[in-house]
């Protein structure tokens, strides 16, 4: 619903001028002769654009009548009861106003009679199916009834028979009237249906009327041009002219041949230099992999010799390990932790050979059962004197470079003796000091 609808359901009517209207001997007019309205403040522009499309060569008539069909397009269908009078004042308010621009425009008044007949029968039926009136037919009653459109302006309430006897009068001679037959199809086509809508096949019937409108109206036009732009002009073609003309599918098919030969060829000279190719790699002496560096395994017996010939030291090389047995009394005096000379020698040489290999180094120290004499003083046990000569040792091998990680210092005291304690000879047999090396590979 427009603006101006809202205002004048509101009770707003901005309509106060004089307005004389004639007879027409086909299509009776009886709206008063008299009355005051005032056209609304685009009214003026509204004529403009009437008058325009008169000198344009359009149908002024439907340009006049744009007001009225966009109020039957948008027949409010929720408002207050009270609120219809509003609603039929400001279409009869437009209905003079469209009668008006028409005669400043000149229009023939027979045609303006007629379109207004019309749309005073549609708006009157489109009113009447609405929700507010509370029928269902536009042939029911209802408060509408009572301010009908028509009987104001034409006198009668039969204009849902007696516009289509109009329009087959109009349509009898298309090229008169053609301004009036197009505003109708606009009509029908906005829902309009007058007495087919009680007919049987109605729908059908009133859809045949509206197609045959419809053609005559597009029959009244100048044929459309089917060119987009009819001014423009390509570019002049050139030397190409001839491979512009060649088709798509040509062009496609040659690079296709193109492509494949040169595949083809390609192919070829890679097959033809693959056999050079194998032939100088089988060529090719098998590259030997690098000598590996073997280191020769621990053979302390050997190193220490002289030492095992004289009775000091015990070696013995074991798959996996190699153990070397230093005789204590040979190493350390009685009950002291202080290696002799002719001992660290022997062990320095031990050192150098471990250096050799990977693995762990495990340094045990062994005494017998006696009590201690001359070392009471500074250790507890024969265990704490054991670990203290293995200590001894192990800051040798470390002296000598063997890594601290790989070095482990450990006092048995007399848990583990050779030969029983009960005679001289066994107990120097206990007494004792052992390097455990157990080498691995070295990566």
């Known amino acids: 619903m427009n603006d101006a609808l809202k205002q ?3 009770g707003q009517a901005p309509w106060t001028r004089d307005v004389a209207l004639e007879d027409d001997a086909r299509v009776r007019d009886t709206a008063p002769k008299t009355l005051t309205f005032a056209p609304g403040p685009n009214h ?14 359009r149908n002024a008539l439907l340009v006049a009548a744009r007001e009225l069909l966009r109020a039957l397009a948008e027949m409010p269908h929720d408002i207050q009861p009270e609120q219809a009078k509003a609603l039929r004042d400001l279409l009869a308010q437009e209905l003079h106003s469209f009668t008006r621009l028409c005669e400043q425009a000149n229009i023939r008044r027979e045609h303006l009679l007629a379109v207004r007949y019309v749309l ?3 708006l009157d039926e489109a009113a009447s199916l609405t929700p507010w009136n509370g029928t269902s037919t536009a042939e029911s009653a209802g408060p509408w009834s009572s301010m009908a459109l028509l009987p104001e302006f034409h006198g009668e309430g039969q204009g849902g028979e007696v516009v289509f006897l109009l329009v087959g009068r109009l349509a009898s001679s298309p090229d008169e009237h053609m301004p009036v037959l197009e505003v109708v199809h606009h009509v029908l086509s906005l829902g309009f249906m007058g007495d087919y809508r009680v007919k049987p096949d109605g729908h059908r019937l009133l859809e045949t009327i509206r197609h045959r409108l419809h053609a005559l109206v597009l029959g009244s036009r100048e044929p459309v041009a ?7 002009k390509g570019v002049a073609q050139g030397k190409f002219q001839l491979l512009r003309s060649v088709p798509v599918w040509v062009s496609a098919c040659v690079l296709g041949l193109v492509l494949l030969g040169q595949f083809g060829w390609s192919k070829y000279q890679l097959l033809s230099t693959a056999g050079d190719v194998q032939k100088r790699i089988n060529a090719l ?8 560096s073997v280191k020769a395994p621990l053979r302390l017996a050997e190193l220490l010799a002289a030492e095992v010939a004289q009775g000091r030291v015990q070696v013995s090389d074991e798959p996996g390990r ?5 005789k204590g009394d040979g190493m350390f005096a009685g009950g002291l932790a202080q290696l002799s000379p002719a001992a660290r020698q022997t062990i320095e040489k031990v050192a150098d050979a471990i250096n050799d290999v990977t693995g762990q180094v ?6 017998d059962n006696q009590p201690l004499v001359n070392g009471r003083a500074y250790f507890a046990d024969n265990q704490a004197l054991s670990l203290k000569r293995a200590q001894e040792v ?11 990680q790989r070095i482990e210092a450990v006092g048995k005291g007399d848990t583990e003796p050779l030969a029983g304690n009960d005679t001289p000879p066994g107990r120097a047999q206990n007494r004792r000091v052992q390097i455990e090396v157990k080498p691995s590979a070295k990566p």
């Open 285 to 292: 002496q098998r590259l030997q992999p690098p000598p590996v």
């Open 322 to 326: 190699s153990v070397v047995l230093f």
């Open 362 to 367: 495990v340094v045990t120290g062994h005494s």
């Open 44 to 57: 003026d522009e509204r004529l403009a654009e009437v008058r325009l499309a008169q000198t344009q060569g």
């Open 226 to 232: 089917r060119e987009l732009s009819p001014r423009w």
């Open 8 to 10: 004048a359901i509101d």
């Open 394 to 404: 192990v800051a040798v091998l470390k002296a000598r470079g063997v890594d601290q």
């Open 120 to 122: 005073c029968t549609a």
